[in-house]
């Protein structure tokens, strides 16, 4: 069975600070996804990564594939930051698309 | 930048009254998908969709459930005899064959 572990469940932080989120995940899944939820429950794709590093704007999404780990980081975070972010694993093949969703980690940043 | 569309954004039904819930996939997405959250809980899969039928299915997604592609645009979950359970947000996506999700803003079913 795929899973998905986050940590941390909640994040507090004071702006302009680094923020990193971790993600664990098992055997069979072949790409890691970033999504950002916010308060209205909309879910926005941040990153799809199967290796390596991607970055856009502020975020930064690594991904270990040997340790099956992942970050989320977040350089001089702001207040709009504050949301819900999940990673959610794509086991590919057969399941190709279909997302096993962690727990969420609830960031607040505050000013 | 385009978007999956979903309707309606808030639905309340009475328990055994059945629903359908309405999505607009991206246009040239192949892939499409239900997923639901219970409030407070971690998003759950439900169905997958291609190329005009179910490709997997979570053990959610019983005789209760149907999907359906009426018109090469719109993409319905239909839950029949809703239960105070079934009670939650129901999340589209879509994606391409590069795998990135798509995802509509979701319908939040009320069931009293």
């Known amino acids: 069975k795929n899973e998905v572990e986050q940590s941390p469940q909640n994040l507090t932080a004071q702006e302009g600070e680094f923020i990193t989120i971790n993600c664990s995940y098992s055997?069979?899944?072949?790409?890691l996804h970033w999504l950002q939820q916010h308060p209205g429950g909309g879910i926005v794709s941040l990153f799809m990564?199967?290796?390596g590093k991607k970055k856009h704007g502020r975020l930064i999404a690594t991904i270990n594939i040997q340790e099956k780990h992942s970050s989320l980081h977040i350089t001089a975070s702001h207040p709009r930051d504050s949301a819900v972010y999940i990673c959610?694993?794509?086991?590919?093949?057969?399941?190709?698309?279909?997302?096993?969703f962690g727990q969420g980690t609830i960031l607040t940043v505050h000013p | 930048e385009p978007e999956v569309t979903q309707t309606p954004s808030h639905q309340v039904t009475q328990m055994g009254q059945e629903v359908i819930l309405r999505c607009v996939p991206i246009?040239?997405?192949?892939?499409f998908y239900w997923y639901r959250q219970i409030l407070g809980q971690k998003v759950e899969f439900l169905v997958s969709?291609?190329?005009?039928?179910?490709?997997?299915k979570s053990e959610i997604f019983d005789d209760q459930f149907s999907v359906e592609r009426p018109d090469g645009s719109n993409f319905t979950l239909k839950i029949r005899s809703t239960k105070l359970e079934d009670s939650a947000m129901y999340f589209c996506?879509?994606?391409?064959?590069?795998?990135?999700?798509?995802f509509g803003q979701g319908t939040r079913l009320t069931v009293v």
């Open positions: 055997v069979g899944i072949s790409a």
């Open positions: 996506a879509s994606s391409d064959t590069l795998g990135k999700a798509f």
């Open positions: 990564l199967s290796s």
């Open positions: 246009s040239n997405h192949l892939y």
């Open positions: 969709f291609y190329n005009n039928e179910i490709s997997e």
């Open positions: 959610a694993g794509n086991a590919g093949g057969t399941s190709y698309g279909k997302l096993t």
